[in-house]
């Protein structure tokens, strides 16, 4: 799963190509995977607790092989976009069980290794998927990208061991269905609203209904969830100020994030001519950058405290932002495009370690998994609103023809908007995250 989530922006412009579609096409096939993934997380992670985590983990896994295998058939967008959606569900049954795994399947001695690997895997796959897509993309068909993960996620499933799998969950609490379909439709409504509120005009009845139909949505999500015995999201959590701070931090940084990747792949290709391997392998410096460089900042941040890396690397990626916006057509690798790569990387590196070491932390050990939980959700649904709402914010809402001046002047105003993201989540870290007193007094 992590393979393939890094892997279909490279594989956009050749999507784009076979299917005949402008930017808003584009944006459905990623944010009908990220609106499931992100809204029903933390329902994958509670179904893990009420069922068995490895009984829910293998269902997921099963799912994802078999959207994943029909995605690569898809006949068109619609098709496409659905069974993205149906791959979404598949997704957030597998994520938020996945890590709690280990803690059921490894003596507490080898928990830490277990885990570790857990990390360096998804690290790895992270690394490598912009090049395996692209090679695959330009050797073969976009299609090929997701047919190569289909036996992956079915090895998943069939490699658990049958005890882990048949093991019963020990969570007896009622399961808050109600709230995961409000905070789906509601996210759907807004998202899609945004996406495809430029071609019909924001004016329009249909496009103003389901703006409106998602905001009562969302709103009518977090009522229920104040009122309901066993909330999704307790939003009782939100009272800890590095709590609320790391998560506001996460999804500024992770909406400029995924929105630049997105419209990244999209200049390279189609703009400046790169191939689907060319452009998975500019990206290479930054996921080595983080690959490398994490643990390190880590470290520094349990000596010092979160609060300077997590602002500095915000800084910094928005600086690396700021770096993009110079890239135009016939811009060159190694002087304009590179050393953004490379600020970009840096910025991430000292920001993404401490940042989850802060959410881990803010709520104590024993809350330590709802956490986990809402900021990886987060992560996911900043993602899935960035992608519908900086492109539109940029200019580009209702582009047909993905590519040329349009497509640069958008791209540019993109990257001060993401650049500005990032700058707000600095000062959230400073003004929230624990310094270095707290630090050396833990």
């Known amino acids: 799963m992590f393979l393939e989530s890094t892997v279909v922006n490279v594989a956009l412009p050749a999507i784009g190509h076979e299917f005949h579609l402008g930017l808003d096409g584009l944006q459905w096939t990623v944010n009908a995977y990220l609106l499931t993934l992100g809204a029903l997380m933390l329902l994958g992670g509670a179904l893990g607790d009420r069922y068995g985590r490895g009984a829910v983990f293998r269902v997921g896994a099963l799912g994802f092989a078999l959207t994943s295998g029909l995605c690569a058939a898809a006949p ?64 073969a068909t976009w ?8 036996p992956c996620a079915l090895a998943a499933a069939l490699v658990l061991p049958a005890g882990v799998a048949a093991a019963r969950g020990r969570d007896p609490r009622r399961i808050d269905y109600g709230g995961a379909l409000l905070a789906t439709l509601g996210l759907g409504a807004l998202v899609g609203a945004l996406i495809n509120g430029p071609r019909s005009g924001f004016g329009d009845p249909l496009a103003l209904g389901a703006l409106a139909a998602g905001a009562a949505l969302l709103v009518a999500f977090l009522g229920v969830e104040t009122l309901v015995r066993h909330p999704l999201l307790d939003l009782s959590a939100f009272r800890s100020r590095a ?17 630049a990747l997105f419209l990244l792949m999209l200049v390279l290709q189609n703009v400046l001519g790169y191939s689907a391997l060319e452009a998975g392998s500019a990206l290479l410096p930054l996921n080595v950058l983080l690959f490398v460089l ?28 700021a770096l993009f916006s110079g890239v135009a ?26 940042l989850t070491a802060a959410v881990l932390d803010s709520l104590g050990a024993e809350r330590a998994g709802l956490a986990s939980g809402v900021n990886n959700a987060v992560a996911r649904l900043a993602g899935l609103i960035a992608t519908a709402a900086i492109p539109l914010a940029a200019g580009l809402g209702g582009l047909e023809q993905v590519g ?39």
């Open 143 to 150: 299609r090929l990208v997701f047919a190569l993960v289909a």
């Open 243 to 259: 709590f609320s701070g790391a998560n506001a931090a996460t999804f500024l940084v992770y909406g400029a994030l995924s929105a």
């Open 404 to 442: 040329g001046a349009p497509l640069v002047d958008g791209f540019r105003r993109a990257m001060w908007i993401g650049a500005g993201l990032c700058a707000g989540a600095a000062v959230v870290a400073w003004l929230t995250m624990p310094g270095r007193a707290a630090a050396e007094a833990a």
């Open 294 to 321: 994490s643990p390190g900042a880590g470290r520094l941040a349990a000596r010092r405290g979160p609060r300077a890396p997590m602002a500095a690397g915000a800084l910094l990626a928005g600086c690396g932002l």
């Open 76 to 139: 068109s967008v619609a098709v496409l976009s659905g069974l993205r959606f149906l791959q979404g569900i598949a997704g957030a049954l597998l994520v938020p069980n996945s890590l709690a795994l280990i803690e059921e399947s490894f003596a507490e001695e080898a928990r830490g290794t277990a885990a570790g690997r857990w990390a360096a895997g998804s690290a790895a796959s992270t690394a490598i998927g912009p090049l395996v897509g692209g090679a695959v993309v330009s050797a």
């Open 329 to 354: 057509a016939h811009a060159s690798y190694a002087r304009e495009v590179l050393p953004a790569v490379v600020v970009f990387g840096l910025g991430l590196a000292l920001l993404v370690a401490p």
